[in-house]
């Protein structure tokens, strides 16, 4: 069950997926846009849709922090960086689909910690599971590494097609837009900023 806390005047409250409400308000929308609801090929149509937003926003009622599991003593204390992982999320303006590519580079504390590889990806793919903005995402990873591993420095990019620009709107197809988050060393040392950089450049021209 999708449960999502919220401020207000009362307090604290919690707001729960209604797997229902969502069924019932699928079909009133079939309606307003002038299907029939009940025709063959709509009639399972709320229940599927409802299905699928509890699915992919799976991460909602999560702290980022918790899908990095466990941290490994490995005494590295060199940059690590993890490339291509790719993600699907869904932008809160329009409640359509951005979906590309997270690179995440850090480098370990002194006591040369690291996460699981799998602990990054589903890190990424977590904060992904909410209605966002490519921004707020490209953020959230960040942050979330930095305060759980506490690193010298997290460097996380971006690179997503937003299906609300390449089918309405401007409709530019196959454009992508990049956004980069830089804490610690990555920040204050442009050398080490630009040698993450670069790993991530040579990945993207490999590929091409």
Request: hydrophobic residues 40%; charged residues 25%; contains cysteine.
């Amino acid at each position: 069950m999708l449960t999502v806390a919220s401020e207000s005047a009362e307090g604290t409250q919690t707001r729960r997926f209604q797997k229902q409400r969502v069924q019932e308000l699928i079909a009133e929308l079939l309606e307003a846009v002038g299907e029939d609801p009940n025709r063959d090929g709509l009639q399972a149509t709320p229940f599927r849709v409802a299905e699928m937003l509890e699915e992919l926003l799976a991460g909602t009622n999560q702290s980022s922090e918790t899908f990095l599991g466990s941290m490994f003593p490995a005494g590295h204390e060199e940059m690590v960086l993890l490339r291509d992982i790719s993600f699907f999320s869904l932008c809160e303006h329009h409640l359509l689909p951005f979906f590309g590519d997270v690179h995440v580079a850090y480098i370990p504390n002194e006591l040369g910690h690291i996460a699981g590889l799998s602990g990054i990806a589903r890190l990424v793919d977590g904060v992904a599971k909410r209605l966002q903005v490519q921004e707020r995402f490209t953020t959230e990873i960040a942050n979330a590494i930095q305060e759980t591993m506490k690193p010298k420095g997290v460097l996380v990019v971006v690179e997503a097609e937003h299906l609300c620009m390449s089918m309405r709107g401007s409709k530019k197809v196959g454009s992508r837009a990049m956004t980069s988050a830089v804490r610690g060393a990555f920040k204050n040392d442009g050398v080490t900023r630009a040698e993450a950089l670069e790993l991530i450049a040579k990945g993207r021209d490999a590929a091409h």
